[in-house]
């Protein structure tokens, strides 16, 4: 597919995925002396070669692209981030996004997450078969040796463009989004998505509550309502607050329905598998259960931490009770 060219310094390029969400949308941003780019894109044989198809189509090389600015660690976001760096380009990400990065597509055995499974009450199949899911997406992404940092509140240049980098923890832990002030628009990864809510999990190694993070993270945008948004999946739109008002009612339902189902318990409490089976019963493949999982942990420990819901753990089991 041809970039789109949204503005006369601005493309899109649509990047195919192999999950269900099917493509990424990468922005690359054209200045007096080179290109910039906004994520990076996964890095499978497909990707590459739409990516590639796409430099053509401009006629550029690898080697005209200066800056990659890297929204979070997600595979779609970063898998080609060291193909690029190989060619030339200076990669940015946030300082702490950096560390889970390296730990999740280094070569690390998974074992904290193995754990975590097994105490939120799923089973050894389910823990083998997201290593097995994982160390298949590891294949999928390729690091550079070297990060540059962003904080929040610094000022990068994409192009001619002077970006806000804005910090949007809960999809994940450093997310940054990156707001063009002059032309009102927000290019957000996935913190702002227009069709699907982001996945908001908690994982061993993150900051332990991100759910609260994420409706944190939506509060930072009042004074954008007008701006367009840039997602990093799906179409652009113009209607932040209403879309802002709709990722807060998914997720008051997604408690309700959580506590619900802790409220079901028969007194001994819950596991976080127990509800994932409840919500999707055998309807979800590995990939889809991990994802699954960590949203279900995330939404009990919001609920723990504001004191509604407690815990305990027996025999090395997670339990939420009332
Ligand atoms: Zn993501």
Redesign the pocket.
Known sequence: MPPEQLAPDLWRIKVPLPFRLREVNLYLVRGSHGYDLIDAGIDTPEARAAFNAALRELRLHESDIGRVYVT?M?P??IGMSGRRAKAGSRIFLMADEERRARFVWGTEPLSDWIAYTREHGAGGEIAKGIVIAVNSIRRAVSLPDRFEHLRDGDVVEAGKRRLRVVWTPG??DYHYVLVDDDARVIFC??QLLPAIT??IGLYPECRPNPLEDFLWSLGRFEREAAYTVLP?HGANYATLPQRIGQFQVHHDERLAGVRARVASGDGGGVTAYEIVKHFWGDALSTHEVRFALVEVVAHLEYMRLRGEISREDREGVRRYAL
């Open positions: 979070h997600h779609d976001h999809h994940s990864g996935d982001p996945n990093g």
